[in-house]
């Protein structure tokens, strides 16, 4: 059975920062460096949508444009854990982020086979 775990999210002022992880477990997942690691967003009332992804050992990252420069996405491997360090928060950041596992480069939803359950962000102006 195949876990990926999200902590880390909370209550923030605008302009202050999170940071979330991502614990992954189970005997059939193996290791995180076996995998394009995403973090993708939902807020109220709309779709799923991508943050930022990771893969190859961290030689590629992309970062949808609303995050960028203020997202930053890395892992480790030997916690099997990957992370989404969130400064300069916004209102408009307000979502439940879910952490997700593929085997291929991607930044849509359907090449992602494996998710966590989401984690509450709230930023508050």
């Known amino acids: 059975q195949v876990q990926l775990v999200e902590s880390g999210g909370g209550l923030v002022q605008a302009g202050g920062s999170l940071r979330l992880s991502c614990a992954a477990s189970?005997?059939?997942?193996?290791?995180?460096?076996?995998?394009?690691m995403a973090w993708f967003r939902q807020a109220p009332g709309k779709e799923r949508e991508f943050s930022a992804a990771i893969c190859w050992g961290g030689a590629r990252t992309s970062y949808a444009d609303s995050v960028k420069g203020r997202f930053t996405i890395s892992r480790d491997n030997a916690k099997n854990t990957a992370y989404l360090q969130m400064n300069s928060l916004k209102p408009e950041d307000t979502a439940v982020y879910y952490c997700?596992?593929?085997?291929?480069?991607?930044?849509?939803?359907?090449?992602?086979?494996?998710w966590g359950q989401g984690t509450q962000v709230t930023v508050s102006s």
């Open positions: 997700a596992a593929g085997t291929v480069w991607a930044t849509t939803i359907p090449q992602y086979i494996y």
């Open positions: 189970g005997r059939t997942f193996g290791t995180i460096s076996s995998y394009c």
